[in-house]
């Protein structure tokens, strides 16, 4: 299998030490992962990181090069978890869904871990992976190449964002019976408003607070994948 060029990165330490016995990148990316979870990107550093592995923070820089690499590491194995599909032309929509709602739903089960995919191009190997499914995804569906390249970076960037916003309510310290109350708040303050002077938002309070983070992360994919239907279906202009 041929190697993978190396992937632009922020400098390493230029001292950095010898690699420790017992430590692995491995080890040290779930050991990010957990910290991620437990502190949130703000809180995740090396020293922390180190400390969780009974270790100095010197010996991680022989690993990898600071805490930027270290959350793009951690967001590259959670997005590894992801099974990616053979692609079919028949059921490619769909395959689209299923892929990026799986994406969306590993994201959205770590604290911050979204966050950390935000602004970075997939340059890691289970991004690229990941990136190579989609994209052959929608080849199959008879997207353009164009529009395949641009919907890639759309699709993800709003099944990131959205995951992001979903682990507000699921890692914000907020009891799930909490959440469902802010929620039914929401609800409740969109049919009181008054008709007069919102008219518009009064007649459609209902579709507006009615469906589940499920139904709009569909809808949002869906609203995706018929633009990109639609703009490859588009008569390029003449040269």
């Known amino acids: 299998m041929s190697t993978l060029p190396e992937p632009p ?5 230029p001292a950095a030490k010898p690699r420790r016995s017992g430590l ?8 990010a992962i957990a910290e991620l979870d437990e502190s949130g990107a703000a809180g995740l550093s090396m020293r922390r990181v180190a400390e969780r592995l009974g270790t100095g923070a010197a010996s991680l820089y022989a690993y990898v090069s ?6 793009e590491l951690a967001f590259d194995e959670l997005i590894g ?5 053979v692609p079919d032309p028949a059921h ?8 990026l709602t799986d994406l969306h739903t590993v994201l959205a089960s770590h604290r911050d871990a979204a966050l950390a995919g935000l602004g970075r191009v997939p340059t890691t190997p289970h991004a690229l992976r990941g990136a190579e499914a989609l994209v052959a995804v929608m080849r199959a569906g008879g997207l353009t190449d ?3 390249a641009l919907g890639l970076d759309q699709l993800t960037l709003f099944v990131t964002a959205n995951a992001f916003e979903q682990s507000l309510y699921d890692h914000g310290g907020m009891t799930e019976a909490e959440v469902s ?4 708040q929401v609800h409740a303050f969109y049919a009181a408003l008054p008709a007069d002077r919102f008219p518009v938002l009064t007649s459609i309070a209902d579709d507006l607070t009615g469906h589940d983070g499920d139904a709009r992360l569909r809808f949002g994919l869906e609203v995706l994948i018929a633009g990109l239907e639609a703009l490859s279906a588009r008569p390029r202009p003449a040269p």
């Open 9 to 13: 990165r922020l400098p390493r330490r």
């Open 24 to 31: 692995s990148t491995a080890a040290i990316v779930a050991a």
């Open 66 to 71: 600071g805490k930027e690499e270290l959350l």
């Open 81 to 85: 978890q992801v099974a990616v599909p």
């Open 92 to 99: 490619w929509r769909e395959q689209l869904i299923t892929t």
């Open 146 to 148: 164009e529009v395949a």
């Open 181 to 184: 109350d802010y929620f039914a």
